[in-house]
């Protein structure tokens, strides 16, 4: 029976970080997968979740089961950095653990799915796990353009989509720090469309899988909350896999905006169903550490300290490729506005292998860059060997 498996192509973006491992060349530089590194390129552990890990070594005095929610005292600890004041809009959101943010993506699209939804409406370029889960889910991608030619957030692009949607279709936006583009709503952006989507009848799920790397933890989740104080209902698919660096204990949080305090319960329930049937609960571990450093005013100040190095080293590095400007036909002084660890380089497939090939330049095939594998050490061999493609053929 299993001969009727055909051979899948590994995930491309994974795929990655083995090719660049195996790679000798000392000089090579990894702009894949999107991890943060220092400025000596390296992807610590945060000082406050050592920390956090040690209190957890030291007290927690048993690993016995929670439920298909995980950790609520996680859960609830972070509502008010994601939402802000009135964290729970009078008891209308509510949310439960999930195995990183991918598993919250893919909880929310299975749980609008047992709602009754087909379609899901989504900017393009987006991070290519979305539309993977959206064709596993066996719902229908409907796409518009995420950004302008100009490098600008196409807002007509998403209201053009919005007009045209159906009652019961769900719209999957980035809440900050676009993946792959870096490009953003501005909050007037934002606050438009909060007041279009309290119109429309289409659901929002907002993916918030980088804040506080962007503009600021208050700043980044700006269209979360507007959204979430427009409309009835949404959900939320939140990570901490990047702004508390801890990538492989897969920690995150779906959370539900309710029309009533009432309805949370049932709308939940099915949550709670859809994990047990899928992986039943959330890994413990990262989530514990993320409650203690919440719970402790000192390893919390911590934490925001560590993170803001990284956002600062992030936007120190955009400044730089900024200032490098036009490197033939690729403009990087784009760069400088955007948000997050990635950018989008208009490369050709030819381009991209070359930089791979020739200079040991590891980067998405969709021409994404993680501009957090730049260094002072690096930037130099990274523009002159752009220069050196942008002269090839695409
Ligand atoms: C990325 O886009 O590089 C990250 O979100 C890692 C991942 O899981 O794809």
């Given at each position: 029976?299993?001969?009727?498996?055909?051979?899948?192509?590994?995930?491309?973006?994974?795929?990655?970080?083995?090719?660049?491992?195996?790679?000798?060349?000392?000089?090579?530089?990894?702009?894949?997968?999107?991890?943060?590194?220092?400025?000596?390129?390296?992807?610590?552990?945060?000082?406050?979740?050592?920390?956090?890990?040690?209190?957890?070594?030291?007290?927690?005095?048993?690993?016995?089961?929670?439920?298909?929610?995980?950790?609520?005292?996680?859960?609830?600890?972070?509502?008010?950095?994601?939402?802000?004041?009135?964290?729970?809009?009078?008891?209308?959101?509510?949310?439960?653990?999930?195995?990183?943010?991918?598993?919250?993506?893919?909880?929310?699209?299975?749980?609008?799915?047992?709602?009754?939804?087909?379609?899901?409406?989504m900017g393009t370029p987006s991070w290519p796990n979305h539309a993977q889960i959206v064709r596993d889910l066996e719902l229908e991608l409907v796409t518009f353009a995420h950004a302008t030619d100009e490098g600008a957030a196409n807002l007509d692009a998403l209201k053009d989509a919005l007009a045209d949607a159906r009652d019961g279709d769900v719209v999957l936006l980035h809440g900050c720090c676009h993946n792959p583009t870096g490009i953003d709503y501005t909050p007037a952006q934002w606050d438009e469309i909060?007041?279009?989507?309290?119109?429309?009848?289409?659901?929002?799920?907002?993916?918030?899988?980088?804040?506080?790397?962007?503009?600021?933890?208050?700043?980044?989740?700006?269209?979360?909350?507007?959204?979430?104080?427009?409309?009835?209902?949404?959900?939320?698919?939140?990570?901490?896999?990047?702004?508390?660096?801890?990538?492989?204990?897969?920690?995150?949080?779906?959370?539900?905006?309710?029309?009533?305090?009432?309805?949370?319960?049932?709308?939940?329930?099915?949550?709670?169903?859809?994990?047990?049937?899928?992986?039943?609960?959330?890994?413990?571990h990262g989530a514990a550490a993320v409650r203690l450093i919440l719970s402790d005013p000192k390893l919390t100040t911590n934490w925001l300290d560590e993170l803001e190095q990284m956002r600062t080293r992030i936007r120190q590095v955009r400044a730089r490729l900024a200032e490098a400007g036009r490197i033939g036909s690729i403009d990087l002084a784009p760069l400088g506005k955007q948000n997050g660890m990635f950018a989008t380089l208009p490369l050709g497939k030819a381009q991209i292998e070359a930089l791979r090939d020739e200079h040991g330049i590891y980067m998405a095939g969709s021409g994404r860059i993680n501009v957090a594998g730049l260094t002072t050490d690096n930037i130099g061999k990274f523009t002159a060997a752009l220069a050196a493609v942008a002269a090839e053929t695409v």
């Open positions: 029976m299993l001969d009727r498996l055909d051979q899948q192509p590994p995930d491309a973006l994974l795929a990655l970080i083995k090719l660049h491992d195996a790679d000798p060349r000392g000089d090579k530089i990894d702009l894949g997968v999107g991890v943060y590194r220092t400025g000596q390129g390296a992807t610590p552990v945060f000082g406050a979740i050592k920390a956090a890990e040690q209190k957890l070594v030291d007290e927690q005095d048993t690993k016995a089961y929670l439920g298909p929610e995980g950790d609520m005292g996680f859960v609830h600890a972070l509502m008010p950095y994601v939402f802000g004041s009135d964290p729970t809009r009078g008891g209308r959101i509510e949310g439960m653990q999930t195995p990183g943010g991918t598993g919250a993506v893919r909880l929310a699209l299975a749980l609008v799915k047992r709602a009754g939804v087909t379609r899901v409406l909060a007041a279009l989507l309290a119109e429309n009848p289409v659901l929002p799920v907002i993916d918030l899988a980088y804040q506080g790397l962007g503009q600021g933890m208050d700043e980044d989740a700006y269209g979360a909350r507007a959204v979430v104080d427009a409309v009835p209902e949404a959900l939320i698919a939140y990570s901490c896999d990047k702004n508390f660096g801890l990538y492989r204990d897969r920690v995150g949080a779906f959370y539900t905006l309710a029309k009533d305090a009432g309805d949370i319960d049932r709308i939940l329930s099915n949550g709670h169903a859809l994990a047990r049937a899928a992986w039943s609960m959330p890994p413990d």
